[in-house]
C-alpha cells in the first residue's frame, strides 16, 4: 500500500497560480507511476498529468498542455503539479494516484489520496 496526501489546494483568479503538492509514503518502491486526475461537479474524473516515480518523461491532457507541470522530487516521496495561467474551467478537487503503469485511465491506478480542492474565480 501506499498512502497519498494532497495539499496545496485553495482559491485563485483566473491567470493565477497554484501548486499541488503529493506527498507518498508506505511501499513507494512498487509504485511506477503518479497521475493527477481531477473532478469537477457533475462531471467524470478526467486524467490530468502523470510522471513516472523514478525516471521518464511526463504526459499531459490536452486541456492542460503548456499551463501545467508535474515534477517529482523522489529525496522528499513528493508529486508536484504546478498549475500557471488558471481558468475558470480547471475548478474542481484534484487527486493524486499510484500505479504500476503510466496511464491515462484512472482504473490503471491502485491507490488515491483524498482530494485538494481548487476553485478559480473569473
Known amino acids: 500500500q501506499v498512502q497519498l496526501v494532497e495539499s496545496g489546494g485553495g482559491l485563485a483568479q483566473a491567470g493565477g497560480s497554484l501548486r499541488l503538492s503529493c506527498a507518498a509514503s508506505g511501499r513507494t518502491f512498487s509504485t511506477y507511476a503518479i497521475a493527477w486526475f481531477r473532478q469537477a461537479p457533475g462531471k467524470e474524473r478526467e486524467f490530468v498529468a502523470a510522471i513516472p516515480w523514478r525516471v521518464g518523461r511526463a504526459t499531459y491532457a490536452d486541456s492542460v498542455k503548456g499551463r501545467f507541470t508535474i515534477s517529482r522530487d523522489n529525496a522528499k516521496n513528493t508529486v508536484y503539479l504546478q498549475m500557471n495561467s488558471l481558468e475558470p474551467e480547471d475548478t474542481a478537487v484534484y487527486y493524486c494516484?499510484?500505479?504500476?503503469?503510466?496511464?491515462?485511465?484512472?482504473?490503471?491506478?491502485?491507490?488515491w489520496g483524498q482530494g485538494t480542492q481548487v476553485t478559480v474565480s473569473s
Open positions: 494516484a499510484a500505479g504500476q503503469t503510466l496511464s491515462i485511465r484512472d482504473i490503471q491506478y491502485y491507490n
